[in-house]
């Protein structure tokens, strides 16, 4: 166990992923709080919205009309952040001035899909049982695996795929028409996370570059790794959490899911591999089930912590698509849980200020946290 002092003082914990720290300051928990309030997100939606461009048989903004889909459907981003074709950039050479060395850019190109996750309009993975979520899992391992490098050691142990049928004149998804570095899997809910419609649904971006957050990451890995004789930083975490398990929330044979002892979000939740996994191609059937039933847990202790719709941004990190035999070997498939809610349904956490200008500060201890999301399971609170 923590030292119980921590629960009191304020103090610093160190994040191996990132080779940063957070400042925690359990004792600011009783401070009043006069700032804003989001909704409580318990407005009731149909099974069916006309008016919805990711509903089955709906048009959406560029004109193309849905497939009357009955499980998952996946699309080009009608509005894509990275488009496969675009003007061609030269960056200047490094000539040694200020300019070459301070004002740097680069090109960066890639593919957007949007993958709904039901077709009905009034869903959210809370609400889905482990069995509905199991395609989406499915779905996500068919267009990593129809992105992947050819030449990657992941290729060896991924099956042939190509992607599920989309609404593109009634053919499937063109194929990429390069190779990408790295694929990010990731899902915002909520109005509070940004998202602008409320039919489940997640993103994909395939991008020629790295980003950064699972740069950094990887670095970390493979610094671990070479230290400490080929072990894996995050399967030696998921190994210790589960024996300690003050920040576990739930856990199966395959996946640790918990408040991790850096988490920077008051409602933090990571999901790890137990065992090596680098990446979503290395999961036979049980491990997809049991990484279905760990999102429905995690999902819906959310929703029914406060009793609202919980909003929260998640990502998997994984292997990148394509990348040196290091790099493939010391990556360790993971998700991130990002919710911003703080106190209440209406009251949120915000990154600002100190957290901005210095480094992360949370309120309440992981410890805390992952206690009262381990006293929320059991039935959806909406189906009590």
Not at 79 to 104: F, I, T, W
Request: with cysteine.
């Amino acid at each position: 166990m923590p030292e119980p002092i921590l629960d009191d003082i304020s103090h610093r914990r160190f994040n191996p992923l990132r080779g940063s720290y957070v400042l925690v300051s359990p004792h600011r928990t009783k401070r009043p709080w006069q700032g804003q309030q989001e909704s409580s997100n318990k407005i009731e939606l149909p099974a069916y919205d006309e008016s919805c461009y990711l509903c089955p048989g709906n048009k959406r903004a560029q004109g193309d009309v849905n497939p009357t889909y009955d499980s998952t459907f996946v699309f080009v981003n009608d509005y894509s952040a990275v488009r496969e074709e675009q003007a061609e950039y030269e960056p200047p050479k490094q000539d040694g001035s200020l300019a070459s060395r301070l004002l740097r850019a680069e090109a960066t190109t890639g593919k957007c899909y949007v993958i709904t996750f039901s077709p009905k309009h009034n869903l959210t993975l809370a609400d889905m049982p482990a069995y509905d979520i199991l395609p989406v899992i499915k779905t996500w391992t068919k267009i990593y695996t129809a992105h992947l490098d050819p030449h990657s050691p992941l290729a060896k142990s991924a099956k042939p795929t190509t992607l599920p049928p989309a609404s593109l004149n009634g053919h499937p998804v063109p194929s990429p028409t390069q190779q990408y570095r790295y694929m990010q899997i990731f899902e915002n809910k909520g109005s509070a996370m940004g998202c602008s419609n409320p039919h489940p649904h997640g993103q994909v971006w395939a991008t020629t570059s790295l980003p950064e957050e699972p740069g950094i990451e990887l670095v970390k890995l493979r610094e671990y790794r070479r230290e400490q004789g080929g072990c894996n930083l995050l399967e030696d975490y998921a190994k210790l959490e589960s024996e300690k398990g003050e920040r576990t929330v739930f856990e199966n044979s395959s996946f640790w899911a918990g408040c991790p002892w850096w988490a920077t979000w008051p409602f933090e939740i990571m999901v790890v591999a137990k065992k090596h996994k680098r990446a979503l191609v290395d999961f036979d059937d049980l491990e997809r089930e049991d990484l279905a039933e760990t999102i429905a847990e995690v999902t819906r202790r959310y929703d029914n912590l406060f009793e609202t719709s919980f909003p929260y941004s998640m990502g998997i990190h994984q292997a990148p698509l394509s990348g040196t035999a290091e790099e493939i070997e010391a990556s360790h498939f993971h998700l991130h849980f990002y919710p911003p809610l703080l106190r209440s349904a209406t009251v949120r956490k915000f990154l600002v200020g100190y957290e901005m200008m210095a480094e992360p500060q949370r309120d309440i201890t992981p410890e805390q946290a992952a206690t009262r999301l381990r006293d929320c399971g059991g039935p959806l609170y909406r189906t009590r």
